[in-house]
């Protein structure tokens, strides 16, 4: 069964590193999405991506955050310069089509800001 | 802005037995959907069920299905003959249908403990 895949599973760095989080989304999939958990804390929205453009993006998805779909197949999100606050697990997700409904996630990368 | 509460932090059942998670969301729009999603442990997340709310019936899957009142704004999960494959965090989420939104919001979750 297609899954969407992500790399690294866990990334450790140190404050005001630039961070790449890379996610291969399921091959027919037209949208695609970043969350973020924050330990012990709720599954975040961050953007979502259609069309080679952001569709959609909250408040946490500042300056620092940006995302791109370079070569038809990854997906990936770029953090500028990592602060203690930005430790949290990332999951990518995609979607087939407008609403269908159906996420399906990736599971999932641990960064780690020191 | 539309919020998801999941009251239980954590929930157990006994092998074979019925649980019930809890879930309540607050929102002004008459159509969205409805969705459980369950995380095992260093897994993925994966979608266990979906309602769409325009559909008066509740959604089935097997073992897993809903109770969705509509008017309480409440979207519970029922497990039945509970098997330990099910342990794990599961996720009430909405999704807006009407506005162009795609985004998830997530409850924060209940650990679910299936005991031998």
């Known amino acids: 069964e297609p899954e969407v895949t992500q790399t690294p599973s866990h990334q450790v760095t140190q404050m005001g590193q630039e961070v790449i989080l890379r996610c291969v989304p399921i091959?027919?999939?037209?949208?695609f999405y970043w969350y973020r958990q924050i330990l012990g804390q709720k599954v975040e929205f961050l953007v979502s991506?259609?069309?080679?453009?952001?569709?959609?993006k909250s408040e946490i998805f500042d300056d620092q955050f940006s995302v791109e779909r370079p070569d038809g197949s990854n997906f990936t999100l770029k953090i500028r310069s990592t602060k203690l606050e930005d430790s949290a697990m990332y999951f990518c997700?995609?979607?087939?089509?407008?609403?269908?409904?159906?996420?399906?996630f990736g599971e999932g990368s641990r960064l780690t800001v020191l | 802005a539309q919020t998801v509460t999941q009251s239980q932090p954590e929930m157990s059942v006994q092998e074979a037995e019925t649980v019930t998670l809890s879930c309540t969301y607050d929102?002004?729009?008459?159509?969205?959907?409805l969705f459980w999603y369950k995380q095992p442990p260093s897994r993925q997340m994966i979608l266990v069920i979906r309602?769409?709310?325009?559909?008066?019936q509740n959604a089935t899957e097997n073992r897993f299905s809903v109770n969705f009142q509509k008017a309480a704004k409440s979207f519970s999960l029922k497990i039945s003959d509970s098997q330990l494959g099910d342990a794990a965090m599961y996720f009430c989420?909405?999704?807006?249908?009407?506005?162009?939104?795609?985004?998830?919001?997530f409850g924060k979750g209940t650990k679910l403990t299936v005991n031998p």
């Open positions: 997700a995609s979607m087939r089509g407008e609403n269908t409904g159906e996420l399906f």
């Open positions: 091959s027919n999939h037209l949208y």
């Open positions: 991506f259609y069309n080679n453009e952001i569709s959609e």
């Open positions: 929102t002004s729009e008459s159509d969205y959907y």
């Open positions: 309602q769409e709310a325009y559909k008066q």
């Open positions: 989420a909405y999704r807006s249908y009407e506005g162009g939104s795609e985004k998830l919001v």
